[in-house]
Nanobody, 115 residues
Framework: QVQLVESGGGLVQAGGSLGLSCATM????????MGWYRQAPGKQRELVAQ???????NYADAVKGRFTVSRDNAKNTMALQMNSLKPEDTAVYYC?????????WGKGTLVTVSP
């Protein structure tokens, strides 16, 4: 049973930084992709950052240069470092993995950026 548990959300002022972490459990096979999505109020869930098997990394244009995604295979965790945060980054952030075409999601952690 694959489980993903996010932590690290909270309230931060614009221009500040916040780090998110995702603890992964039950992953036996190497994921095709691992990453972070977010969903702002009234909007669709969107990709933030993604690590692709083989080492490629994708970032949404809106976060390029500000966010950094990483994984620690030894600790079975994934992280998202968010710098220079903007009010428009306010959303629930979800950890995601895809294994053999199946999607797994965490329950999400709320990030609120005040002006």
């Amino acid at each position: 049973q694959v489980q993903l548990v996010e932590s690290g959300g909270g309230l931060v002022q614009a221009g500040g930084s916040l780090g998110l972490s995702c603890a992964t459990m039950g992953i036996i096979f190497s994921p095709n992709t691992m990453g972070w999505y977010r969903q702002a109020p009234g909007k669709q869930r969107e990709l933030v950052a993604q690590i692709i098997a083989g080492g490629g990394i994708n970032y949404a244009d809106a976060v390029k240069g500000r966010f950094t995604v990483s994984r620690d295979n030894a600790k079975n965790t994934m992280a998202l470092q968010m710098n220079s945060l903007k009010p428009e980054d306010t959303a629930v952030y979800y950890c995601h993995v895809q294994i053999f075409g199946r999607d797994y999601w965490g329950k999400g952690t709320l990030v609120t950026v005040s002006p």
